[in-house]
């Protein structure tokens, strides 16, 4: 990493650092500001509006890894060169609510004020399309358009380019080329939703609330819905590089809520309930069996913590709930 990339991710760490809630010393391990993360659709419309300017603006920030991109760009590139070890493993709720905390950090920097947000595609079951969410005034767009397409060179079919909302000229940096190989190439943001699945019901995940220890809890809550939903989206919510599409991090928003529900059940025992498979780069299952000390690692977007550090985050400096 070059010099000023190192400098800039040093400030931009210590910016998030002075943003999170403060303890006095009185009450060190307790929160005194505690956030709670609301559905897109209970924000006002002048925090809706914030949000998604804030999340434009990432495009315009350097990147903090030293990418000849954006911080916009970053979220894509850590989560696609560790997309192995973070999928069908232990490690996929923790990281990515580390990983989804470092984004609502970004967008603090970029000015939303508002409260953090997730999506409730339960109340969406067949009718994302009708979606407050995916609405072109105060949402994240629609599905692609057939009538604005783009074939690159090296894709089998085109890319369905969103054509309304207020990212349809948004331009995310990485894609996968042939090979799945990582390649910088600016294009259009892209979906093709196709809702066939009922899997994401509020009956199934009922169903899967009830799971009593996090090993199947996790399996089955990654399997389905999580799968599901961005298979259901399709585009640029299918690849590794799905964080590309603005709707991720909202998914994956909703998806902690599930685990932070799930942890509400019993606290005592579910803030230490960790376990699964260790998977390595390439993509091969470790002997190692997944441990609280375990690393999530971010690859110079932020430090590595352990998994234990983010088990509760109605501790500091997390200080948030649903």
Known sequence: MCANARLSL???????????????????????????????????????????DSVLC????????????????DFTFVHFTL??????????????????????GAIRDCGYKGPMTYWDWTLDL???????VMAS?????????????????????????????PFWQLRPS?????????????HCLHRDVQERSDSYSGSKIANILQERDFLWFSRRLETSP????????????????????????????????????????NLTARYNDYSGDVRNSNGSYSDMQASLSDLLQMNGLAPDISVKEIMNVSSPPWCYQY
């Not at 350097?62 to 916009?72: A, D, H, V």
């Open 10 to 52: 040093l400030i931009w760490l210590l910016l998030v650092i002075l943003a999170l809630p403060r303890t006095s010393s009185a009450s060190i391990g307790e929160c005194t500001n505690t956030t709670t993360r609301v559905e897109w659709r209970q924000l006002s419309s002048v925090d809706q509006q914030q949000y998604i």
């Open 58 to 73: 990432l495009k315009t920030k350097p990147s903090r890894i030293g990418l000849n991109s954006s911080l916009y760009d």
């Open 83 to 104: 997309n192995n070890q973070i999928h069908s493993s232990a490690v996929f709720l923790p990281w990515h609510r580390y990983f989804t905390f470092l984004y609502t």
């Open 126 to 132: 067949l009718k994302m399309l009708q979606s407050q």
């Open 137 to 165: 005034e105060l949402g994240f767009g629609g599905t692609g358009s057939r009538n604005r397409t783009k074939q690159m060179p090296d894709e089998a079919a085109p890319f369905y380019c969103v054509d309304d909302g």
């Open 174 to 186: 990485c894609r996968i080329s042939l090979g799945n190989r990582l390649k910088f190439d600016e």
């Open 226 to 265: 999580h799968n599901t939903i961005h298979s259901t989206i399709g585009g640029e919510m299918g690849p590794p590089t799905s964080p590309n599409d603005p709707l991720f991090f909202l998914h994956h928003s909703q998806i902690d809520r599930l685990w932070w529900l799930w942890q509400q059940m």
